[in-house]
């Protein structure tokens, strides 16, 4: 979605929450070695603050995470399809 909108994704905070994107035309022009793709540089979120239907903390981990969401729908941007985010992210 970011590259349709013109943005470049350039990293993350050190600790994986805050992804950081900046305008095509500048990533390339003045910072061309810290333009990576979303899959090169994406870690998991060290935060463990899932939280259950009844509103507590689960403290699951990174797959736990995963598990517990692949099967919500979410709308692929690319075609405005209502999908499954396991279909969408292919796991």
Known sequence: MAKSKGYEFIGTNKNSVNAFFVKSEYANKYIPELVTTLDEDME????????????????????????????????????????????????
């Not at 690319?78 to 985010?85: P, T």
């Open 44 to 91: 998991m979120s060290k935060f463990r603050e899932s939280r259950d239907e009844n509103g507590n903390l689960t403290f699951l981990r990174d797959g736990e995470r995963i598990n517990l969401i692949k099967s919500m729908p979410v709308i692929n941007l690319d075609n405005g399809e209502l999908v499954s985010l396991s279909k969408l992210l292919k796991i």
